[in-house]
């Protein structure tokens, strides 16, 4: 498996994080297993190409699976970093993960759809399929409202997962610096799950006419995550120099 893999070679070890996570557990075996599949459904074509036509225009499709591809890559990460770190295998926990994983089954063909659809609109990389009415506006604002809500929910799942372990942070014996770390990690989802509910904002209440702008906040993710990284780094300066001077 990947995360035994990843373990065995310590190369996701925090260096300044302890990981509780022991040999990979049932729960994330299966969590992998889901993940898996969710990628099988990201395939651009389940067909082996019969003609030259064919193959070219499953090969136009592969910038839409690249782009969902890398999504579900990054949710995975942040998935087996949250178990390394923290190892935590309680009923919450458990209901929590099954929860992710649902939404994560569940919000693979919007996915696929909005990307794929977007790509289409480019003459090159049109692969057939999904496109966008641009003459029913109403229906880009839906599929924005769909898109959103699914990007909320999984990272407002992430959130309580981290916030789980921020209330468990003494029986975790958690540290001043893996708190600012878990506390940075709760503040990026926090951002996550405002740009969600902004985007949502946009849709419902700005109508078909900013809906353009549903998508383009999502942009705002870069430039928040870059301000949330350096106040997390500063922190964690201050932390590691604070250690060193009681040592």
């Known amino acids: 498996m990947i995360r035994e893999h990843l373990f065995s070679k ?23 297993t889901v993940f898996g599949f969710a990628l099988t459904l990201l395939v651009v074509s389940l067909e082996v190409p019969q003609t030259l036509d064919q193959l070219l225009r499953t ?24 178990f390394r770190r923290y190892g935590l295998q309680d009923a919450l926990t458990v209901f929590l993960n099954a929860v992710l994983l649902f939404l994560i089954l569940f919000y693979i063909y919007p996915l696929k759809f909005l990307f794929t659809a977007l ?19 109403e229906q880009v604002t839906a599929l924005m409202i769909i898109y959103s809500i699914g990007f909320l929910f999984i ?27 878990t506390i940075g990690r709760i503040r990026a989802n926090s951002i996550a799950i405002g740009i969600a509910l902004i985007s949502i904002a946009i849709s419902v209440f700005g109508g078909e006419r900013v809906a353009g ?35």
């Not at 699976?65 to 995975?76: E, H, N, R």
């Not at 372990?165 to 610096?177: H, S």
């Not at 999502?218 to 870059?226: Q, V």
């Not at 964690?236 to 001077?245: F, G, H, I, Y």
């Open 10 to 32: 310590a190369v996701t070890t925090d260096k300044y994080f302890r990981w509780r996570g022991g040999d990979v557990t049932r729960l994330e075996g299966f969590s992998d």
């Open 59 to 82: 090969m136009r499709g592969f910038m839409a699976f690249a782009v969902c591809f890398t999504f579900l890559t990054w949710i995975w990460y942040e998935h087996c970093l949250f």
């Open 119 to 137: 790509f289409n609109e480019i003459p090159f990389f049109n692969a057939g399929g999904p496109t966008l009415n641009y003459t029913r506006p």
């Open 213 to 247: 702008f549903a998508g383009m906040v999502y942009g705002l993710m870069g430039p928040a995550y870059a301000v949330n990284g350096y106040v997390v780094g500063r922190r964690l300066t201050e932390a590691l120099k604070r250690s060193v001077d009681n040592s």
């Open 155 to 181: 990272f407002s799942t992430f959130f309580l997962l981290h916030l789980r372990a921020y209330r468990k942070r003494n029986q975790l014996e958690l540290d001043e610096i893996e708190m600012v770390q």
